[in-house]
């Protein structure tokens, strides 16, 4: 069982409406991570957090907005979405930061529908 | 030329098979290679790492050939409960670092 813990497992939203994904680790990890997912793809790395720091972001819309509050919370703003941005989105996380090679935790992910 | 390539599968294979899972990469300097699993609608689970002198985990055996820049996977005695997409993982260096790099992921499929 994973030890990331995602919030809420599902979500229906419009696309005028603003709402989160929050993501939540105990386990001392440094880094945390967004990853974005469509049917039959692999994840897509949209954010990468090193020791609470935006290290990378791949070119994300800023219709998202990524928030590390501590070490251990990681959340995702969502602000005016489209019916593409729907996806699986997955938080993960890792002992430390960059140029490690530490292996990466995934959360169960939260389902996003945007109607 | 993508920077992991994978079979593309979907393998379809009766329970007791032997399947192998073959992945190249691009990026000579790439450090860090994974096998994650993911089943249908779950999130990616790390299988195993890939070790430069070749790893196994019971029925599961992974090679890494860093000269030919490739990756294989090995599943012997193939179990209903092992079907699932397989994902090969590259990790990035430097400032990349923190970037896993999938592959498209290739089916597995065990039938009785």
């Known amino acids: 069982d994973t030890e990331v813990t995602q919030t809420p497992k599902h979500l229906v939203m419009g696309m005028t409406n603003k709402k989160s994904l929050k993501c939540e680790q105990h386990?001392?990890?440094?880094?945390m991570y967004w990853y974005k997912q469509k049917a039959k793809k692999p994840p897509e790395l949209m954010f990468v957090?090193?020791?609470?720091?935006?290290?990378i972001n791949e070119s994300v819309p800023s219709r998202f907005s990524p928030e590390c509050p501590n070490s251990s919370l990681l959340n995702l703003h969502l602000h005016a979405l489209q019916p593409e941005d729907s996806a699986l989105y997955l938080c993960?996380?890792?002992?430390?930061?960059?140029?490690?090679?530490?292996?990466?935790?995934f959360g169960e992910g939260s389902w996003l529908t945007v109607v | 030329r993508k920077e992991v390539e994978q079979d593309p599968g979907p393998f379809n294979v009766p329970e007791g098979a032997t399947v192998a899972f073959n992945c190249t990469y691009s990026?000579?300097?790439?450090?860090?290679f994974f096998w994650y699993r993911q089943d249908c609608r779950k999130e990616p689970k790390l299988l195993m790492s890939?070790?430069?002198s070749g790893n196994e985990d019971g029925r599961f055996t992974a090679q890494l050939n860093r000269a030919s820049q490739y990756i294989s996977l090995l599943i012997r005695d193939s179990k209903l409960s092992d079907s699932a997409t397989y994902l090969c993982?590259?990790?990035?260096?430097?400032?990349?670092?923190?970037?896993?790099?999938f592959g498209q992921g290739t089916e597995l499929s065990v039938k009785p």
């Open positions: 386990m001392g990890h440094r880094a």
């Open positions: 890939v070790y430069s």
């Open positions: 993960a996380s890792s002992r430390e930061g960059l140029a490690s090679g530490n292996t990466i935790y």
């Open positions: 957090y090193s020791y609470e720091k935006l290290s």
């Open positions: 993982v590259v990790k990035g260096f430097g400032n990349q670092g923190g970037k896993l790099i």
């Open positions: 990026n000579s300097a790439s450090q860090s």
